[in-house]
């Protein structure tokens, strides 16, 4: 498995309508897509910063991934995406070493990616995805 780069990093937030002009506005970055990916119950936002993105995850239903994150934990830091250029792979090491998996296959994320992601519980409470261009 070889790593390339920070791929994104997701932050949750309550309202995209809310939380864009403040990196739009404040930091100086442009929001380039929004885009709802159905199946995770979520509506994203994306700004690039240099090679990495950040993403901007408003929960569409109360009871999807980021909907419960955000009623646990609150607005915030919600994972981080590292570049590979096999998901699959890329799993299926990590799992021979003793880390718990959300995903064992890999799945269809936002911007066209295959993405699968590795459980808080075994990554120091850190919520880990990998992604690959198709």
Request: glycine share 10%; hydrophobic share 35%.
């Amino acid at each position: 498995m070889e790593l390339t780069h920070i791929e994104h990093i997701g932050i949750a937030v309550k309202s995209l309508e809310q939380a864009i002009p403040y990196y739009e506005n404040i930091l100086g970055l442009k929001c380039y897509a929004i885009e709802e990916v159905k199946d995770q119950r979520v509506k994203t936002a994306f700004f690039k910063i240099g090679q990495t993105k950040l993403e901007l995850l408003e929960s569409t239903n109360p009871e999807g991934p980021v909907g419960k994150f955000i009623e646990k934990k609150g607005e915030g830091v919600h994972h981080i995406a590292f570049a590979t250029d096999g998901v699959q792979q890329a799993l299926n090491e990590v799992e021979e070493k003793g880390i718990r998996l959300i995903d064992k296959v890999p799945r269809k994320g936002a911007e066209g990616l295959n993405i699968g992601f590795l459980h808080p519980k075994s990554t120091f409470g850190v919520l880990t995805e990998f992604c690959e261009k198709p």
